[in-house]
């Protein structure tokens, strides 16, 4: 079965610090792969995604994200986290006319 | 860019009541989803919708649910009776194309359904 799991509920880290969010996913077929990002109150915006080809994917503000198919992996990266990054992280599968599945979701908490 | 736009931002509705949430996606796009998020979980799918007809839907999308495209722009749902576990966020999706393509589901920002 399709799935997704993000095993870090909350993360805290200090303004211009390094972030690194996990995502692992079990999915039948080659993954589409994606982050969203979910603001208080706000809707979903997708930060990149993953179809194919450069194993390394780069997003808007700052964001990348590695598929590492050896660790069913697409973990989410920013070197330096500014206080506005504060928000839910979704991670998720499918895609296409599938359905996405998604992640349960990291909280970013930053420390100024 | 074009977005999808949803109506309304905030519905509040008594038990019982039917409710119908809007969508307006993309103008050129083909394919459309419902989500949900009961508040502090995850997002998920409800139903797809293709050529007018349910692509798939999830065991939650049970009797009370249904979808329609009553013309070129407008994509809703509606609960026939609201239940207090109805209340949630409810996405709109859409994307351009199906068959695996490369395109990804764009969402609108949501109709919050708050269900007394």
């Known amino acids: 079965a399709q799935s997704v799991t993000q095993p870090d509920i909350h993360i805290t880290v200090s303004e211009g610090a390094s972030l690194e969010l996990r995502c692992n996913y079990s999915?039948?077929?080659?993954?589409?792969l994606f982050w969203y990002v979910q603001s208080p109150g706000q809707g979903l915006q997708l930060l990149l995604k993953y179809f194919s080809g450069d194993t390394l994917v780069q997003g808007i503000k700052g964001f990348e994200a590695e598929f590492k198919r050896s660790q069913s992996s697409f973990n989410l990266r920013k070197p330096s986290v500014h206080w506005s990054d504060a928000a839910e992280y979704f991670c998720?599968?499918?895609?296409?006319?599938?359905?996405?599945?998604f992640g349960k979701g990291t909280r970013l908490h930053i420390l100024p | 860019e074009p977005e999808v736009t949803q109506t309304p931002s905030h519905q509040v509705t008594q038990m019982g009541q039917e409710v119908i949430l809007r969508c307006v996606p993309i103008?050129?796009?083909?394919?459309f989803y419902w989500y949900r998020q009961i508040l502090g979980q995850k997002v998920e799918f409800l139903v797809s919708?293709?050529?007018?007809?349910?692509?798939?839907k999830s065991e939650i999308f049970d009797d009370q649910f249904s979808v329609e495209r009553p013309d070129g722009s407008n994509f809703t749902l509606k609960i026939r009776s609201t239940k207090l576990e109805d209340s949630a966020m409810y996405f709109c999706a859409s994307t351009i194309q199906g068959g695996r393509s490369n395109q990804p589901q764009h969402f609108g920002d949501g109709t919050r359904l708050s269900i007394l």
């Open positions: 998720a599968v499918g895609g296409g006319d599938d359905k996405i599945i």
């Open positions: 999915y039948g077929a080659t993954p589409y």
């Open positions: 919708f293709y050529n007018n007809e349910i692509s798939e």
């Open positions: 103008s050129n796009h083909l394919y």
